[in-house]
């Protein structure tokens, strides 16, 4: 399959998901959120609509949208609810990967998502793990067949899922990982939903277990730490996440202007007399939420303009083809950093217009009915994933020293404190030309 830059970046975009599909999902979000009620309905809906296509190319039967253009269809997603567009987040990593794939692997993945599978994610184990290491593993059977064992916690969108993607300890112990993606039906599958963190409680975030499972041959993928898969990947792992707080926000909006607008009672205190909705101090509060749902939306989807051009560099310089030996474009790392600046900025944003939306009409909006908490939890927990201060400082690395981002491709316990040592299995990052030398990296800045 060959690959051009501009099939990444310049494909018509479809049309977009029903406007009516996104209002049914919406009405239905309280009483979700309420019921602890798994949207499977709502989830079989959205494949059926072929929303898990939208970035398999068009020749191997998808709709190619561009990131940009997916970024955007999963913000509106997310402002129906924010649980529903979070949970299909490990399914479009796994189809991102897939365009490092072998032809092979390529050709049958991309065939059965355009046909409507999904891919789950199970990568994070809860503990017990040193850092660069893994539990789960791959091994090999009496007849030679890969089999794999172990349990994974934060196994997000997985029990929504025709397939899971797991991450797993090289056969022979040896550092690095690979992938198996196994049928969640699967013989020795046991998928729990024991997620209890307060914010997006519907994602099916949970344990996945995995006992002797037996993996297809064209299902164990490779994966090598560095190559422009691993730091793409990374990059869009944290953009698709930001895409979620920016439906957030506009969720928050949108229901704060509801309120407003219906509302009859006011305070003596206001010292208007007015309805909310003509009261200037109230319209002020709409006004700075809309203003920093704008900028958090803007930021967004800038970053995935900027994952599409990296995305196009290091494919036209050959990043994807078997057997690449050569230096990653910098442009590549281009995605990683634009995103790392965006997570030290939009979930602050994000989260104070959800706080925001409770000083327009007072004590009525905690009524648990209402579920108006739902936004600051859901964006204070899609906020918590990766903290934000670890992002901060890469980004001050870059600028001071111009050491590229690693990305976060592991997490496990730490190996305790060694002066002027990194973690290990994990390599000092690569650094740009000396600035004061005169060289233009030609990152983002």
Same mark, same amino acid.
């Given at each position: 399959?060959?690959r051009?830059?501009?099939?990444?970046?310049?494909a018509?975009?479809?049309?977009?998901?029903p406007?009516?599909?996104?209002?049914?999902?919406?009405?239905?979000?309280?009483?979700?959120?309420?019921?602890?009620?798994?949207?499977?309905?709502?989830?079989?809906?959205?494949?059926?609509?072929?929303?898990?296509?939208?970035?398999?190319?068009?020749?191997?039967g998808?709709?190619?949208?561009?990131i940009?253009?997916?970024?955007?269809?999963?913000?509106?997603?997310?402002?129906a609810?924010s649980?529903?567009?979070?949970?299909?987040?490990?399914?479009?990593?796994f189809?991102?990967?897939l365009?490092?794939?072998?032809?092979?692997i390529?050709?049958?993945?991309?065939g059965?998502?355009?046909?409507?599978?999904?891919?789950?994610?199970?990568?994070?184990?809860?503990?017990?793990?040193?850092?660069?290491?893994?539990?789960?593993?791959?091994?090999?059977?009496?007849a030679?067949?890969?089999?794999?064992?172990?349990?994974?916690?934060?196994?997000?969108?997985?029990?929504?899922s025709?397939?899971t993607?797991?991450?797993?300890?090289?056969?022979?112990g040896?550092?690095?990982?690979?992938?198996?993606?196994?049928?969640?039906?699967?013989?020795?599958?046991t998928?729990?939903?024991?997620?209890?963190?307060?914010g997006?409680?519907?994602?099916?975030?949970? @344990?996945? =277990?995995f +006992? !002797? %499972?037996p993996? /297809?041959?064209?299902? *164990?993928?490779? &994966?090598?730490?560095?190559?422009?898969? #691993?730091?793409h990947?990374?990059?869009?792992?944290?953009?698709?996440?930001?895409?979620?707080?920016?439906?957030?926000?506009?969720?928050?909006?949108?229901?704060?202007?509801?309120?407003v607008a219906?509302?009859?009672?006011?305070?003596?205190?206001?010292?208007?007399?007015?309805?909310?909705?003509?009261?200037?101090?109230?319209?002020?509060?709409?006004?700075?939420?809309?203003?920093? @749902?704008? =900028?958090? +939306? !803007? %930021?967004?989807? /800038?970053?995935?303009? *900027?994952?599409? &051009?990296?995305?196009?560099?290091?494919l #036209?310089?050959?990043t994807a083809?078997p057997?690449?030996?050569?230096?990653?474009?910098v442009?590549?790392?281009?995605?990683?950093?634009?995103?790392e600046?965006?997570q030290?900025?939009?979930?602050?944003?994000v989260?104070?217009?959800?706080q925001?939306?409770?000083?327009?009409?007072?004590?009525?909006?905690?009524?648990?009915?209402?579920?108006?908490?739902?936004?600051?939890?859901n964006?204070?927990?899609?906020?918590?994933?990766?903290?934000?201060?670890?992002?901060?400082?890469?980004?001050?690395d870059?600028?001071v020293?111009?050491?590229?981002?690693?990305?976060l491709n592991?997490?496990?316990?730490?190996?305790?404190?060694?002066a002027?040592?990194?973690?290990?299995?994990?390599?000092?990052?690569?650094?740009?030309?000396?600035?004061?030398?005169?060289?233009?990296s030609?990152?983002?800045r």
């Open positions: 399959m060959s051009t830059p501009s099939e990444e970046t310049h018509a975009p479809a049309a977009g998901l406007e009516s599909l996104l209002e049914e999902i919406a009405e239905g979000a309280v009483d979700r959120e309420l019921g602890r009620i798994l949207p499977f309905e709502q989830v079989s809906r959205l494949d059926a609509a072929g929303f898990g296509a939208l970035r398999v190319p068009r020749e191997a998808g709709l190619g949208l561009s940009e253009d997916l970024i955007g269809e999963v913000i509106r997603l997310a402002q609810d649980n529903i567009a979070h949970l299909y987040r490990g399914h479009f990593g189809v991102e990967s365009r490092f794939q072998p032809e092979e390529r050709r049958l993945w991309y059965r998502v355009a046909e409507g599978a999904t891919v789950g994610n199970a990568s994070t184990e809860k503990g017990g793990n040193a850092l660069g290491t893994l539990n789960t593993v791959l091994s090999r059977d009496a030679g067949g890969w089999r794999l064992d172990g349990e994974k916690f934060y196994s997000t969108g997985t029990v929504f025709d397939y993607r797991v991450s797993a300890a090289e056969p022979d040896s550092p690095g990982r690979r992938f198996a993606v196994v049928a969640t039906d699967a013989p020795g599958v998928v729990h939903d024991d997620w209890d963190g307060f997006q409680r519907l994602t099916g975030t949970g @344990t996945t =277990v +006992e !002797a %499972v993996v /297809e041959p064209l299902a *164990v993928l490779n &994966r090598v730490a560095g190559t422009h898969e #691993a730091v990947e990374a990059a869009f792992f944290q953009l698709y996440l930001l895409a979620v707080q920016a439906g957030i926000a506009r969720a928050a909006l949108r229901d704060a202007v509801a309120l219906r509302r009859t009672r006011t305070f003596n205190t206001s010292g208007s007399g007015l309805p909310f909705r003509h009261d200037p101090l109230i319209q002020q509060i709409i006004g700075t939420m809309s203003a920093k @749902t704008m =900028v958090a +939306e !803007a %930021v967004v989807r /800038e970053v995935a303009r *900027v994952h599409d &051009r990296s995305l196009a560099a290091g #036209a310089a050959g083809e057997g690449f030996g050569g230096e990653l474009p442009a590549v790392y281009e995605a990683e950093l634009a995103v600046k965006a030290a900025t939009v979930p602050a944003i989260l104070e217009v959800t925001e939306l409770f000083q327009t009409v007072g004590a009525s909006a905690t009524a648990r009915t209402k579920a108006l908490d739902r936004h600051w939890r964006a204070q927990t899609v906020a918590t994933h990766n903290p934000i201060v670890f992002r901060a400082r890469s980004i001050g870059y600028e020293n111009g050491a590229l981002p690693e990305g592991a997490i496990g316990d730490a190996p305790g404190p060694a002027g040592t990194h973690p290990a299995g994990s390599a000092a990052p690569a650094t740009l030309p000396d600035r004061d030398a005169g060289e233009d030609g990152a983002a």
